[in-house]
């Protein structure tokens, strides 16, 4: 049942977190931005209109334009998972967002988190 609170959750609610986890450790909102186009396909107009309409993770997932398909090479632990283990579609994306914005905030290099 909790998953279904995070669907419907705004991203625009988590997105002030992201960008807060980041800063901290010396980066940017440029580079969370930057993240979330790479894995979502949005322009960054479409993303900012997806945080303005308070959109939830279920459509915002649902209706990116291209889901990146280097995003399956995103392996590790979130929240105490392994992303590469998460069975349900949409949860394995929210922790894809999740465990890239962690490597952000760890520092490693956007070339290597973008898997470029």
């Not at 967002?97 to 956007?110: N, Q, S, T, V, Y």
Request: net charge positive.
């Amino acid at each position: 049942m909790a998953g279904h609170r995070v669907y419907s959750t705004s991203v625009a609610s988590v997105y002030p977190h992201y960008v807060a986890k980041a800063e901290k450790k010396g980066r940017t909102k440029a580079e969370v931005d930057e993240i979330v186009r790479w894995l979502t396909g949005y322009s960054q107009a479409a993303f900012e209109d997806h945080l303005a309409r308070k959109t939830n993770f279920e459509a915002f997932f649902g209706e990116a334009p291209r889901l990146n398909p280097a995003r399956a090479e995103i392996k590790g632990v979130v929240c105490g998972v392994r992303v590469e283990e998460v069975a349900e579609p949409l949860m394995r994306e929210i922790r894809y967002l999740d465990k890239l914005i962690d490597e952000l905030a760890r520092g490693k290099a956007m070339e290597k988190i973008l898997r470029a």
